[in-house]
């Protein structure tokens, strides 16, 4: 067999999926896990609009927090912690080892400091001038 490699800009989503089956397949047959969940927390204003939250996936028995967004208007007032607070509660409720998550230093990470977080570690110069952090907080029972 005859093999190459295609440089491709911009792929699509069915050559994304191309290569995520064989490597999803690898990885099944090291972790008996079930494939990941996705979850949301939805914050909605008065319009039904959604605003922020926070967009997490399940997997491995982990809680990788992808995106934690919330409204300028109600930065401060304990949105964020609320978010995450519940986010921990459900993590808890599927009997996770622990919560992950990636930000920049621009972003949050003395308030996931705050909320028991702590780094594992980062990237400098992500982007240019800045850190890009990983922070985890692990449960107890």
Known sequence: MNLRIERK??????EREAILVPLRAYNASKSASPPPEHIALLIRDDNDEIVGGVYARLFYQWLFIDLLA????????????????????LARE????GLWLETFEFQAPEFYKKCGYSEIGHIADYP???????????LSY
């Open 9 to 14: 800009h911009n792929p699509s989503t069915e």
């Open 70 to 89: 919330v409204p300028e208007q109600a930065r401060g007032q304990g949105m964020g912690t609320r978010l995450m607070q519940m986010a921990e509660d």
């Open 94 to 97: 599927k009997e996770c080892v």
């Open 128 to 138: 240019p001038g800045h850190k890009h952090f990983f922070f985890q907080k692990r």
